[in-house]
């Protein structure tokens, strides 16, 4: 896994459009083979069959090349921690080697073959880009339909190991920064709203308080059961246009009323990314949020809001150790403890990306 993985890192890495709020969006189309249990309940012989059907449509795609295979059973566990961060794979996917996750080249796919479902067909993307994901996730489901026969019913639609997966299928999200929402105390009540709207909504970093980490939320359709892909894409897409204004008039009336506290806020953060020593990864979310609000409200210079979103990936804990197992980069002699030397790494790629940044002073 550790080969491949570079191959895998470049949706983030392109800027995509609302990026000052709207980090990324993803669509999921969950599906299964007809004729065969699902694989909660799978027998391995099966479930082997049906990994084969799988593959076997997989290399009669029209560019096969573009997607690598790998077996669970194959994967070490930086590996599986690295596709965890990635929101490719769950912490605890089995390691059978009936269970597959196939990756497209430029990290803009993933497919997961007998987890949950069968067949979980993910499309990832910068910015608000549902319309683009859902394309890339429908095209490649489609493709996959000339060979294999997917399970369905009249009435439920396409059948799915969770009720709430029935139907269409698909699951669409969304990953918001608030932080002025949450500075103004405005997001409970945004929150409230997206919730009777019929959509999820979940700290991405969550807290026992029920905050996030960096005010970093996933918003998502709830339930694949009614309406169309078209509506469910809608509903969340006229949400987070309505998050985005909000987000970016709290913005301007924190600026507006309280200048000098968004600049302590703001200089705080550079000044601690800049200059520290050691960064453990909480403390990482927070200052690059604070950085992306100095940003919105022209406080900072010398870096923009890609490098940040590429920052909240590339800085997690298995990066880093993957990281340290692979860089020629020098740690001091002093930094001896895991947990040490995972900071250290980290406030160096931060501090690497930063090194340009700067502050802008108010002028009066």
């Known amino acids: ?58 290399n009669h795609l029209e560019s096969p090349e573009h997607y690598q295979t790998v077996r669970m059973s194959s ?13 490719i794979l769950h912490s605890d996917s089995g390691s059978e080697p009936w269970r597959a996750v196939i990756l497209r080249n430029d990290g803009l796919a993933s497919v997961t073959v007998n987890m949950d479902d069968h067949l979980r067909i993910s499309s990832f993307s910068s910015g608000l880009s549902l319309d683009a994901s ?3 996730a429908r095209e490649i489901t489609d493709s996959l339909s000339t060979r294999i026969r997917y399970a369905c019913d009249p009435d439920f639609g396409y059948l799915s190991t969770s009720p709430f997966d029935c139907g269409t299928g698909m699951k669409a999200s969304i990953l918001v920064c608030l932080p002025a929402l949450h500075l103004n105390g405005l997001l409970d009540r945004v929150i409230r709203e997206s919730l009777a709207q019929g959509l999820s909504v979940r700290g991405f970093y ?13 918003i998502s359709t709830l339930a694949s059961t009614s309406g ?18 909000l987000e970016r008039r709290s913005r301007k009336e924190l600026m507006d009323k309280r200048p000098t506290f968004c600049e302590d806020i703001v200089f705080r953060a550079i000044t601690t ?29 010398g870096i923009d809001n890609l490098e940040i979103n590429a920052l909240l990936y590339r800085i997690q804990n298995a990066h880093m150790s993957f990281l340290i197992q692979g860089s020629d980069v020098t740690i001091e002699e002093d930094v001896t403890s895991e947990e040490e030397r995972m900071d250290r790494m980290r406030t160096m790629v931060i501090q690497e990306v930063l090194k340009k940044a700067d502050i802008r002073e108010r002028r009066n």
């Open 206 to 218: 969550g807290q026992k308080d029920g905050s996030s980490l960096g005010s970093l939320y996933q």
């Open 134 to 136: 859902g394309r890339l």
């Open 228 to 245: 169309t892909e078209e509506s469910q894409i809608q509903l969340l897409q006229e949400a987070c246009e309505k998050i985005i204004t």
């Open 273 to 301: 990314a800049k200059y520290a020593r050691f960064i453990s990864f909480p403390e990482a979310v927070e200052l690059l949020e604070r950085l992306r609000f100095g940003l919105s409200a022209n406080m900072i210079s």
């Open 75 to 87: 994967i070490d566990a930086l590996g599986r921690r690295i596709l965890s961060e990635r929101g």
């Open 1 to 58: 896994m550790k080969r491949n993985y570079e191959k895998t890192d470049a949706w983030y890495t392109v800027d995509g459009p609302d990026s000052d709020v709207t980090l990324s969006s993803r669509v999921r189309f969950a599906r299964n083979l007809d004729g065969f249990i699902f694989p909660l309940k799978i027998k391995s012989d099966d479930a082997e069959r049906v990994q084969s059907i799988i593959l076997d449509a997989f």
